[in-house]
């Protein structure tokens, strides 16, 4: 089996990875884990896991630290684009008028900067394949809205239908709601449902969905797992 370690965000993720991608990926011949990123460092000790944190230096350690101890092990990540730090490599230079674009070239970013890293530290090349950069557009609820009837089922409110399907309608997917302060998919959630807890309802929402759908809706999600199920045949 091939082994893929999968950097998450925080506990939503974490329980998305465990509970859904890696019994998946398994069927695949993959085994998956999933690891929480660090964000704060105490006297040089990792405090804090989850989030971004507004620290790239952090995430970079992380990912590096992973690669160099573990040389058989696949590295991905499973970051919102929405909030990035504004060190995260790519973000003075993304391009391009749609989402898709700007994403991608921060990916490329990403692994560029992920792959300097690795040259300095370790003093030889990383091979391309061992890490593989995914940023979700536009957050993990974007990928919720890939079924309104299932968000409203699991928040058990009936009036939340229309105005949820009228939110995905406006977008020609879900990873395409976009990321301000007052739009994100967060955002809008929590607007029309305050009591919305993401760790409690997104995963309950996703499992619902399930991956197939949420893949059918989400291209850019469905491009990164057909990114991982080649492995399994390397």
């Known amino acids: 089996m091939k082994r893929l370690c999968i950097m998450v965000e925080g506990q939503t993720e974490e329980r998305f990875v465990k509970d859904l991608l890696a019994p998946y990926l398994a069927s695949h011949g993959v085994s998956t884990e999933a690891t929480c990123i660090c964000t704060k460092q105490i006297d040089g000790r990792r405090a804090f896991r989850g989030g971004h944190g507004g620290r790239y230096d952090l995430i970079e350690k992380d990912i590096l630290l992973r690669l160099r101890s573990d040389s058989g092990v696949v590295v991905t990540t499973l970051f919102d684009y929405y909030g990035l730090p504004g060190t995260f490599p790519g973000t003075q230079s993304a391009s391009g008028q749609s989402s898709y674009d700007r994403v991608a070239h921060l990916e490329q970013e990403?692994?560029?900067?992920?792959?300097?890293?690795?040259?300095?530290?370790?003093?030889?090349?990383?091979?391309?394949?061992?890490?593989?950069?995914?940023?979700?557009?536009?957050?993990?609820?974007?990928?919720?809205?890939s079924s309104p009837k299932t968000i409203q089922d699991v928040l058990a409110d009936a009036?939340?239908?229309?105005?949820?399907?009228?939110?995905?309608?406006?977008?020609?997917?879900?990873?395409?709601?976009?990321?301000?302060?007052?739009?994100?998919?967060?955002?809008?959630?929590?607007?029309?449902?305050?009591?919305?807890?993401?760790?409690?309802?997104?995963n309950q929402i996703a499992a619902r969905i399930g991956l197939a759908e949420i893949r059918a809706r989400c291209p850019h999600f469905d491009g990164w797992l057909r990114r991982l199920e080649p492995h399994s045949t390397k």
Request: net charge positive; aromatic share 8%.
């Open 110 to 145: 990403f692994a560029r900067s992920i792959a300097s890293a690795y040259r300095a530290a370790a003093n030889r090349d990383l091979s391309p394949d061992r890490f593989i950069p995914n940023l979700i557009l536009h957050e993990f609820e974007g990928l919720l809205f």
């Open 159 to 202: 009036q939340l239908l229309d105005k949820l399907k009228q939110i995905a309608g406006e977008h020609g997917s879900p990873e395409e709601i976009n990321d301000s302060l007052k739009t994100a998919p967060s955002k809008r959630l929590l607007a029309l449902y305050p009591g919305y807890q993401k760790p409690l309802h997104g």
